[in-house]
């Protein structure tokens, strides 16, 4: 039989426990009560980020969202460091309870998207998870992890995303491949323990492969961008539009330096140069030849490296001004253009 003293201390650490357990409860049923708003703000971070990267011509596969489970921020709330709770007060300490995912095709691009969100919000921590992995000597998880704010930018992103912050995933299609197997076998699989050490080594033997691949990729990109331009596949002769295909070839010519751009932007962009009344890569090259891009980039301070896209785009715009504002592809957009533009005529203006 226990004694009253063991009993009196076994109540003592029961005690104790729910006392533990108290705050994370309360911070559960918060999160459950907040979990449908922040739904809407996540659906918004992905539509700020799909506009900002849309808007700079930096190409990307996908981008995502998702909101933290109740069941997961429940878990992680729950987490104890020895001798004390993981997090003091879980509806702040739990950080990832909005969450952004961007997959790039190029590690350049995964760096453009960085710089990018460095310069349109406010960077509250920023982890290279692949280059803390390479630091240890060892091949393994990759993936840039940034969490922001917009809660001291523009009045308007506030309002929208109600200054909550956003953790932000951006990692290349392989590093992303990687990544969702792993965890897929790792936390929704079994392993036996005899084959743990087996799978450790397949794992990161599967990474090396992958980063040396994503590296192969930057390269031929590299090389095409120093061939230059050549003519793609003919198109649909009906279609009074650049070829889309030619437009990429000729863009990679003009702006050498630059990133690729998604592959609907080559039509899209298209589709505004035929409300311009350009129909040739003639005419481009001419028009071309009336503006100075080291001007534009200088007036524009770019933060991260333009697609060839968004360069086509700031030149269409230093030409035409208010007229490329008003072209039908630009509605959804204009203020973006207007913005943009104010910059671009400020010097002009200056100097008047």
Known sequence: ??????????????????????????????????????????????????????????????????????????????????????????????????????????????????????????ILDDRDMGRETASQGRFGYASRHILLTAAHGAPARRDETGGLPASVQVRTVLQHAWAEFEHDIRYKGTVPAEHAPDLDRRFTLAAGLLELADREFSEIRARIQVAGTHRGADGDASDPRIDPQDL?????????????SRTDHYAWISGLLLELGI???????????????????????????????????????????????????????????????EKLRTDDADAG
Not at 92 to 110: A, F, H, K, P
Not at 253 to 260: L, T
């Open 1 to 122: 039989m226990s004694t009253s003293a063991e009993h009196a201390a076994e109540q003592s650490v029961q005690h104790a426990e729910d006392r533990r357990r108290d705050p994370v409860r309360r911070a559960v049923q918060a999160y459950a009560e907040r979990q449908p708003a922040l739904q809407e703000v996540t659906a918004r971070y992905v539509a700020l980020v799909t506009t900002l990267l849309d808007d700079a011509g930096i190409n990307y596969l996908t981008i995502t969202g998702r909101t933290k489970s109740v069941a997961s921020f429940a878990a992680k709330a729950a987490r104890a460091q020895p001798g004390s709770p993981a997090y003091d007060d879980p509806l702040s300490g739990i950080t990832d309870q909005v969450g952004v995912r961007v997959i790039c095709y190029l590690l350049s691009e995964v760096e453009a998207v960085a710089d990018l969100l460095a310069g349109e919000f406010t």
């Open 248 to 260: 990429a070839s000729f863009l990679t010519g003009q702006y050498a330096d630059a990133g690729w």
């Open 279 to 341: 129909t040739s890569l003639d005419e481009l090259a001419g028009l071309l030849t009336s503006v100075d891009s080291s001007v534009i980039n200088a007036r524009l301070e770019y933060k991260y490296p333009p697609g060839a896209v968004r360069r086509l785009d700031d030149a269409l715009l230093a030409v035409f001004g208010h007229r490329y504002l008003d072209l039908h592809g630009n509605a959804h957009r204009r203020d973006l253009l207007a913005a943009r533009l």
